[in-house]
């Protein structure tokens, strides 16, 4: 099992940081990420859909119902589309900081400090 619970925590704690960066200048209406929004929920939400709509697929095929295997798909890819749209609103908001003027460049050779146990590299 995925475990995307960090999601809203991020969430919370990137809208702080990009407010404290942005200053007056940013407006939750550009905003995908909000306070009183569950990146997790959505997503969670889309999966459970996802799977019920998988299983409607399946049951239709079974049963030879090329209508509900299509009603099926369709369902499938909506709720995948929801998945998929939440992580890119939430790139596009990422997206936001890196557009924000910053005096110092980012170091091409940059790595995160080991004290950090970050397993990728």
């Known amino acids: ?23 007056n200048e940013l407006r939750d209406e550009n905003l995908y990420l909000a306070d009183d929004y569950s990146l997790v ?11 019920l709509s998988v299983e409607l697929f399946i049951k239709a ?15 499938i890819r909506s709720f995948m589309m929801g ?5 890119y609103q939430a790139v596009e908001d990422i997206d936001i900081y890196f557009k924000i003027p910053n ?10 400090p080991e004290h950090y146990n970050y397993p990728i590299k």
């Open 83 to 87: 998945v998929s749209g939440a992580f």
């Open 61 to 75: 095929k079974n049963s030879n119902d090329e209508l509900a295997m299509r009603a099926a798909l369709l369902h």
């Open 1 to 23: 099992m995925i475990n995307i619970d960090s999601l809203d925590e991020f969430s919370r704690e990137y809208l702080v940081f990009l407010k404290k960066q942005e200053g």
């Open 41 to 51: 929920d959505s997503i969670q939400r889309d999966v459970k859909n996802i799977n």
């Open 103 to 112: 005096e110092k460049p980012f170091p091409e050779d940059y790595k995160v």
